[in-house]
């Protein structure tokens, strides 16, 4: 059945507004080319969409035949978005416009925190950051939250986050929401790395690969046709519980918060599995950064961190099969391609399926671009769609 013409202006204005983020400042001839739509209809559309206020006038094409023609892009302004990295360290805001530019960015240490204060630090921490941006309260259209843990679906209470207190409150997004003063959303951190991944880093045109975050704890993202796999309670990709040989089997995984892949290539017996090949280090990251400028001890260092990953990896693959694995996290990037090429080679030698092993490839925070990323998807689908 045809479309009524309310639905086709709908459908040809988001596809235009679709075109206008992914290309630039194009004239109306270019949309209309783009679009197959007519030289009057494409001018409806951009007189509709100017009026709304979703695209604006920026200027003149030049140095081609003919008379300059207007140019037209998304207004900036349209919508502005905030996404957030928690750790047990610090909080990164990072706040954009609808188009996607960054206007501001900071890091707010957590130290110190008294847990009953938590909502309203993050709140204070976004207003600052929308300050930064010259942007006044109450100007967010979407927040996006990453933090290491998931909610569950059936209690809205966040799950597999003991280490963060002072974010377990039966009402933390409506009291996140009242106190950032817009929409919030709470999401795995891991996912949002692979959101990030997907749409600009190492899985861009992947619709079926896992992502392995392996920092001080360990964690998976799993995108199954090109959607994220979350699972029944939202704990799909906790792989730091899943059992793994070589490792203890912890059977009170509620009351000891781990398991056998954390106990295996967490960032604790990183620098454990260090000390045994004679490298001291502060940290699981300045560990590796050592072992690769140091030959022989450093190497044989590598080769096991890399058969631990592996052992887990291929628990992985066994089940979900995917094209593509993208190493991210601070342990794989302190290991850099070396690491990379160990994992892949571990994994060839104990699994049949054999995905690409990559590295992430996602500039600063993955975890805190996913989230800009989501809370653009959500911004535009709501400005695009009400106009």
Do not use: C
């Amino acid at each position: 059945m045809a479309g009524t013409p309310s639905l086709l202006r709908a459908i040809n204005d988001r596809a235009a507004l679709e075109l206008l983020l992914a290309n630039g400042p194009l004239s109306r001839t270019q949309i209309g080319t783009l679009t197959g739509l007519s030289k009057p209809t494409a001018s409806q559309l951009l007189a509709r969409l100017e009026a709304a206020g979703l695209v604006v006038p920026v200027g003149t094409t030049a140095g081609g035949p003919g008379p300059n023609a207007q140019l037209y892009q998304v207004n900036p302004a349209a919508g502005y978005v905030a996404g957030l990295d928690v750790t047990t360290t610090h909080v990164r805001v990072a706040v954009a416009d609808i188009t996607g530019g960054t206007l501001a960015e900071q890091q707010v240490p957590t130290r110190g925190w008294p847990a009953a204060e938590t909502v309203q630090r993050v709140a204070g921490a976004v207003a600052a950051t929308l300050a930064q941006a010259g942007l006044a309260e109450g100007s967010l259209h979407q927040a996006v939250i990453g933090i290491g843990g998931a909610l569950d679906p059936a209690t809205d209470r966040l799950r597999y986050a003991s280490h963060l207190p002072g974010w377990h409150s039966p009402r933390l997004v409506a009291e996140l929401a009242e106190a950032i003063g817009a929409p919030v959303t709470i999401e795995n951190d891991v996912n949002l790395a692979a959101i990030a991944e997907q749409a600009f880093g190492a899985a861009l045109g992947s619709e079926d690969f896992v992502l392995l975050w392996a920092e001080e704890g360990i964690g998976a993202a799993i995108v199954i046709a090109g959607r994220l796999h979350r699972g029944f309670t939202g704990g799909a990709g906790e792989v730091g519980y899943m059992p793994v040989p070589g490792s203890p089997v912890v059977h009170d995984v509620r009351r000891k918060n781990s398991g056998g892949f954390q106990e295996l290539a967490g960032a604790p017996a990183v620098l454990a599995l260090a000390r045994e090949h004679g490298l001291t280090a502060g940290t699981a990251e300045e560990a590796i950064e050592r072992a690769l400028a140091t030959p022989g001890a450093g190497e044989e260092f590598l080769a096991v961190l890399a058969d631990r990953l592996a052992v887990g990896l291929a628990a992985i693959v066994a089940v979900v099969d995917p094209e593509l694995l993208v190493l991210a996290g601070g342990i794989p990037t302190a290991g850099g391609e070396r690491l990379r090429e160990l994992v892949q080679e571990s994994l060839a030698r104990i699994s049949i399926p054999r995905p690409e092993v990559r590295s992430s490839t996602v500039p600063g925070s993955p975890v805190l671009q996913g989230a800009l990323q989501r809370a653009l998807a959500t911004a535009r689908d709501a400005a695009f769609t009400t106009h």
